[in-house]
């Protein structure tokens, strides 16, 4: 007899850490969705109060199933990373190309192959253009085990993402709660003969518990951000642009204050710390910091998209720049790995929290 708790027919697998330090903030649940390429729904944060939130913007349960219905405004699980935490492969961010009649996809090259992606995102303004945005995994079922309550892990034998991408891939994940901090890993080995392009991401939102967004601050130790041709439809004009003094300097040791910015930008160039690729998200009006860091060497952008109105700021640490195949990069390494036969890579981040008073 099958047990698993589910929503809307998606199994949902509920994380509870063994190994919390008693003292200080820390992460002590969570909770994944396999049925949407094993995306992080929702994050419980003990606070040094004593008190637990909600560490992402995310619907409940029962109001995320209404969401992820497969519908139109759900094409390809576009759903999957309008909140929680939704992990991008074998690309992130957006890849361009032409449009095919009477098809909801573009036509590009990747790797030197021509491919059909799906056109799932795109301007909203009168004519802008659309492309696929997000990886090919958002509404795939991935089969997984649950053997430790603070772990669970999956598999995906995703080939060649259903005749989109060039080679054979296999994706393994692994989300666990460990020591107060949350982690997600995911190798991507090839199984075919050829070499295989692989970017992988991840989408978090994270909540801001004050509703103070004006006064949130953000720390990302980068030298260069993607110049984009608008906020609408968000795409890199292949310039990147030294932050250093600038309003899109983040680096001083306690970060920069959004204010009123919107932000919606990928900044490269990433100053590793201590062997890491860092960034923190600061509430003043609750004391909290959350710490995103990855020990991935192929993490070499982040996306930043942070709208004034909104109470959360979603940090995206990934392999690839916008648009990693497209001329206007012309020839730059946009950061793709390409994967020889039988080897494997991986990406990691964890997040930990911390009270501002100690760091």
């Excluded at 301007?123 to 995994?137: N, S």
């Excluded at 190798?187 to 509703?211: C, E, K, Q, V």
Aim: hydrophobic fraction near 40%; charge should be negative.
């Amino acid at each position: 007899m099958d047990d698993t708790l589910r929503i809307g027919g998606l199994p949902l697998v509920r994380l509870r850490a063994l190994d919390a330090p008693a003292a200080g903030p820390a992460f002590v649940e969570a909770t994944v969705l396999p049925g949407r390429g094993m995306m992080l729904l929702q994050a419980r944060l003990r606070l040094a109060s004593g008190g637990v939130v909600d560490a992402l913007s995310a619907p409940d349960p029962e109001a995320a199933a209404r969401e992820l219905d497969g519908g139109p405004d759900d094409f390809v699980g576009n759903k999957a990373f309008s909140f929680g935490g939704a992990i991008l492969a074998p690309y992130a961010n957006r890849i361009r190309g032409r449009e095919v009649e009477g098809a909801r996809e573009i036509e590009t090259t990747v790797a030197g192959h021509t491919v059909r992606l799906p056109r799932n995102w795109g301007g909203k303004a009168q004519g802008a253009e659309q492309y696929a945005m997000h990886g090919l995994i958002l509404d795939a079922a991935v089969p997984w085990r649950q053997e430790a309550p603070d772990r669970v892990t999956g598999r995906l034998e995703a080939a060649d993402f259903g005749g989109r991408w060039p080679g054979r891939a296999v994706l393994d994940f692994e989300w666990r709660l460990q020591g107060g901090a949350l982690t997600l890993r995911v190798t991507a080995r090839n199984a075919g003969a050829d070499p295989l392009p692989m970017g992988i991401g991840w989408h978090p939102y994270f909540a801001l518990p004050s509703g103070d967004r004006r006064k949130a601050r953000l720390r990302l130790p980068a030298r260069s951000r993607a110049l984009v041709n608008n906020y609408d439809e968000v795409l890199p004009t292949g310039a990147l642009e030294p932050v250093a003094g600038g309003p899109y300097d983040f680096s001083p040791p306690d970060g920069r204050a959004l204010g009123a910015a919107y932000l919606d930008d990928c900044f490269t160039d990433l100053q590793r710390e201590g062997g890491l690729t860092v960034a923190e998200v600061r509430d003043p009006a609750s004391d909290l910091g959350l710490r995103i860091a990855s020990p991935s060497p192929q993490v070499g952008a982040m996306q930043v998209y942070a709208p004034p109105d909104k109470a959360f700021v979603v940090v995206e640490p990934q392999f690839n720049l916008a648009d990693p195949y497209g001329a206007e990069w012309d020839r730059r390494d946009t950061g793709m790995a390409l994967i020889p036969a039988g080897a494997s890579v991986a990406y990691e981040v964890a997040v930990t929290a911390f009270t501002l008073g100690t760091r």
